[in-house]
T-cell receptor, first 113, second 109 residues
Framework: KAGVTQTPRYLIKTRGQQVTLSCSPI?????VSWYQQTPGQGLQFLFE???????NKGNFPGRFSGRQFSNSRSEMNVSTLELGDSALYLC????????????FGAGTRLSVL | TQLLEQSPQFLSIQEGENLTVYCNSS?????LQWYRQEPGEGPVLLVT?????EVKKLKRLTFQFGDARKDSSLHITAAQPGDTGLYLC?????????FGDGTTLTVKP
């Protein structure tokens, strides 16, 4: 069974630009969560999607948005990038009902210059 | 806001030594998870503890959930260089995970 796939692995953008990150969950998993990881703040929860609907949301500004498609693939978008958005963005998928095991992808390393 | 504090933040030891990492919160969690993350990779789940006072062993790793389900510890016996990595605890409530800032462990040969 293939794991969680995140693309691209690395991304360099400049301030003010926007970026879209992609996450393909494990086949059959319907829940996808996104996290931001930085050395100073650790792993911060962004949002969770389940069956194309946002089910949970963290405390991030509206510049951070996401969506999920009918095949459970998810995208995360950050608009008007700021230097502080530089981070590792991790996606995790969760499987069957009642299961609370998150399987993480390797992440997308975003650098904002 | 549910916060998890991990200590120590950094730990550098020699191969063969024992160590304990702590994860503390003022909040009660329905379960607590420990993950290990290596450079360039995402976190990988090591264990989930659910019951207050529960102890789980995974080879040389021993995980304990506090009686009040607010804290947890990870003890590694006879650490090996392969144990090097970032150890993260995560408290779970209503399907939502709150992560600690992590403990970076370096085991020198």
């Amino acid at each position: 069974k293939a794991g969680v796939t995140q693309t691209p692995r690395y991304l360099i953008k400049t301030r003010g630009q926007q970026v879209t990150l992609s996450c393909s969950p494990i086949s059959g998993h319907r829940s996808v969560s996104w996290y931001q990881q930085t050395p100073g703040q650790g792993l911060q929860f962004l949002f969770e999607y389940f069956s194309e609907t946002q089910r949970n949301k963290g405390n991030f500004p509206g510049r951070f948005s996401g969506r999920q498609f009918s095949n459970s693939r998810s995208e995360m978008n950050v608009s008007t990038l700021e230097l502080g958005d530089s981070a590792l963005y991790l996606c995790a998928s969760t499987g069957g009902q009642g299961e609370n095991i998150q399987y993480f992808g390797a992440g997308t390393r975003l650098s904002v210059l | 806001t549910q916060l998890l504090e991990q200590s120590p933040q950094f730990l550098s030891i020699q191969e063969g030594e024992n160590l304990t990492v702590y994860c503390n919160s003022s909040s009660v969690f329905s379960s607590l998870q420990w993950y290990r993350q290596e450079p360039g990779e995402g976190p990988v789940l090591l264990v989930t503890v659910v019951t207050g006072g529960e102890v789980k062993k995974l080879k040389r790793l021993t995980f304990q959930f506090g009686d009040a389900r607010k804290d947890s510890s990870l003890h590694i016996t006879a650490a090996q260089p392969g144990d090097t990595g970032l150890y993260l605890c995560a408290g779970v409530n209503a399907g939502k995970s709150t992560f600690g800032d992590g403990t970076t462990l370096t085991v020198k040969p």
